[in-house]
């Protein structure tokens, strides 16, 4: 897969990564055993960038991916991870998530994450949903990670988000290498295109476009009644949207999966495009759609007539 620069960090992920929030039983329960399968899927197919959270089943995704990685020669690979939530244990025993985007929480939550994982360093950090705590995130936070990229603690920092207002308040940040579109850059929905992207552009930011399938409702050729978005029953409207596309991909001698990873990744702007999965099986089903050479354009140019996509 060919890789694609964060900035001018000089750090290089491939053309897809592996998300892990469903290592953290996102939906349904996970297994140490399938996550390993699907990271050697995700491995055999020369996926070579792997993203996790603390905020991701309370660290178990982090846990699962270290496991998972621990055979790998760390120099082939590519890691993220977020900061901002730091998982403390509360009065009632119970582990709970804590906000912090100080430069010692964030020190702390890097630190922590590589105990979970089991790995002497990540490659990239990423402040994490900053919306919750913008001005924080702004002030404390931004300047935290400046400091540990030039310490070399990581190589490469950015945001991660699917919040717009967060997006647009770091979009412009020359001191960024990256950002992380979650479900704003899909063929569904678009907004991070208004502004944010050309933002980026200007400033010298890479993406790193996540979510592209709006919470599964673009991984099927035929979007189901009960399809999620944003990790709930999906908006009549928006449903009928997916459908409605699913219908003229078809048309268009293609599938709504094919022509969502291939709208995602359009941009050269676009490092990486990001997916999860539950099983090793959707792992090699989407690396044959993404790797799909036959062009779209005329889906592309009839979605714009339409008003699906913007010119």
Not at 178 to 187: F, K, S, V
């Amino acid at each position: 897969m060919r890789p694609g620069e964060l900035g001018s960090s000089g750090v290089r992920v491939t053309a897809l990564g592996l998300g892990t929030a469903q290592f953290g039983d996102l939906y349904q329960a996970m297994t140490q055993d399938r996550a390993t399968e699907i990271v050697d899927a995700a491995w055999e197919a020369g996926i070579r960038y792997f993203d996790t959270a603390p905020h991701y089943g309370l660290g178990r995704a982090e846990q699962r991916l270290g496991l998972a990685l621990r055979s790998r020669p760390r120099a082939q690979y590519v890691l993220s991870s977020k900061v901002g939530r730091l998982l403390r244990v509360d009065s009632s025993g119970e582990l709970t998530r804590h906000w912090d985007f100080t430069e010692a929480g964030i020190r702390r939550s890097i630190e922590e994450s590589l105990q979970r994982l089991g790995l002497d360093r990540l490659d990239i950090a990423l402040l994490h949903d900053p919306q919750e705590r913008l001005t924080d995130a702004l002030r404390t936070g931004l300047p935290a990670l400046v400091r540990l990229r030039e310490e070399g603690v990581v190589g490469a920092i950015g945001v991660g988000t699917g919040d717009m207002t967060a997006l647009a308040a770091f979009a412009n940040r020359a001191e960024l290498d990256t950002i992380m579109i979650a479900g704003r850059y899909t063929l569904l929905e678009q907004p991070a295109l208004a502004g944010v992207v050309p933002a980026a552009r200007a400033a010298g930011i890479s993406l790193l476009n996540a979510g592209v399938f709006n919470s599964g409702m673009l991984a099927q050729e035929q979007p189901a009644p009960d399809a999620r978005y944003e990790y709930q029953a999906a908006p009549r409207q928006l449903l009928a949207r997916a459908q409605r596309l699913a219908q003229l991909t078809a048309a268009a001698g293609t599938t709504l999966p094919r022509a969502a990873l291939a709208y995602a990744a359009r941009d050269p702007l676009v490092a990486s495009v990001v997916l999860g999965a539950d099983s090793a099986e959707q792992i090699r089903t989407n690396v044959r759609l993404a790797q799909d050479p036959r062009p779209l354009d005329g889906l592309w140019s009839e979605l714009v007539t339409l008003g699906l996509i913007p010119a």
